[in-house]
């Protein structure tokens, strides 16, 4: 009987320990209890800030040395959902005192997401919900650059100089962000062209330009 006790009691424990860590995850979602942050090297320094809670990302904020209070908003704000963040897909950009480019993918599902952060209070955050970030393998995106979609058309921002480029697909694809890689197979992004392959029907649909940013 202590036999039989024994083995069945060790299947439960394995049974529990593969549920919890035989999931696949985009990157690594250990908790993280310290917050996330970004500052510049210039003169007025600007820096980011993602606090996090409960091992989650809460709010970020921005702020430069001339402002009296920083900016501040709920992640989930901004991702209209939850997310995990690592810093392994995570950058910040920062702009002087102008802007800050926050680029990430969530750990969970791989979703990747932008913003952009002006630090003037009277202008909008910019979100991006759908990017195409080179955190993810099967993208590549110049550095400089920003991509994203909206099921119908690919765009792309030189966060230096604010040039933007766009290519359509010529016809919407129903594209599921937490499921990109269902019709995004692969993208291809650099000053000089726009390459995506999309799936449509079990084919692969290549799709190209030529730009000039």
């Excluded at 024994?6 to 250990?30: E, H």
């Excluded at 997401?113 to 590549?140: C, E, H, I, R």
């Excluded at 030189?158 to 197979?185: L, R």
Aim: aromatic share 10%.
């Amino acid at each position: 009987m202590r036999l039989l006790f024994f083995i069945f009691a060790s299947v439960i424990f394995a049974s529990c320990n593969n549920s919890g860590s035989s999931a696949k995850t985009f990157c690594d979602t250990t908790c993280k209890s310290d917050s996330f942050r970004f500052k510049n090297s210039s003169n007025v320094v600007s820096s980011v800030t993602i606090s996090v809670k409960n091992c989650a990302p809460d709010s970020v904020s921005w702020t430069h040395g001339g402002l009296s209070t920083a900016r501040q908003v709920a992640i989930e704000d901004l991702t209209n959902q939850p997310v995990r963040l690592n810093a392994s897909a995570l950058s910040c950009v920062i702009n002087d005192t102008s802007h800050a480019w926050l680029t990430f993918n969530d750990c969970i599902t791989g979703r990747g997401y932008f913003f952009k952060l002006p630090f003037n209070k009277t202008n909008d955050v910019n979100k991006m919900t759908g990017a195409l970030n080179s955190f993810d393998p099967k993208f590549s995106v110049a550095p400089d650059l920003r991509a994203y979609t909206d099921r119908g058309s690919i765009y792309v921002i030189d966060i230096n100089t604010g040039k933007e480029a766009m290519m359509t697909f010529k016809e919407t694809y129903d594209i599921d962000f937490n499921k990109i890689h269902e019709v995004v197979d692969s993208v291809n992004v650099t000053n000089k062209r726009i390459y995506v392959a999309l799936k449509k029907e079990g084919k692969v649909v290549p799709i190209e330009k030529v730009i000039d940013l």
